[in-house]
């Protein structure tokens, strides 16, 4: 069993800054990848960021380059979003994911945490 917990989704205001954590456990021999996604009402779910477990290779979606920043911390199974310069068009749910090899499956899968709410005001 894989869980990944969001946390640090807020309210705040145009030009602030949140930062955003997920912690990954469970059964799982490696991960290959770690990222985050965003949906909001009216927009089709769209990669913010992602970033390569190994090697730390990175990929962010257009709208956020030079704002956000994600990184990982390996030993401790977790990936952060720090957001920038937060715009009301950045507002949505937030969803972590993690594309992992578990320990009883031959294939890697994605898995995703429940999400936290992140609202930019004008």
């Known amino acids: 069993q894989v869980q990944l917990v969001e946390s640090g989704g807020g309210l705040v205001q145009a030009g602030g800054s949140l930062g955003l954590s997920c912690i990954i456990s469970?059964?799982?021999?490696?991960?290959?990848?770690m990222g985050w996604y965003r949906q909001a009402p009216g927009r089709q779910r769209e990669l913010v960021a992602e970033?390569?477990?190994?090697?730390?290779?990175?990929n962010y979606a257009d709208s956020v380059k030079g704002r956000f920043a994600i990184s990982r911390d390996n030993a401790k199974s977790t990936v952060y979003l720090q957001m920038n310069n937060l715009e009301p068009e950045d507002t949505g749910v937030y969803y972590c994911y993690a594309r992992v090899l578990r320990d009883t499956l031959p294939r890697d899968s994605t898995y995703w945490g429940q999400g936290t709410q992140v609202t930019v005001s004008s």
């Open positions: 469970g059964s799982i021999f490696s991960i290959h990848a």
């Open positions: 970033i390569r477990a190994s090697g730390g290779t990175t």
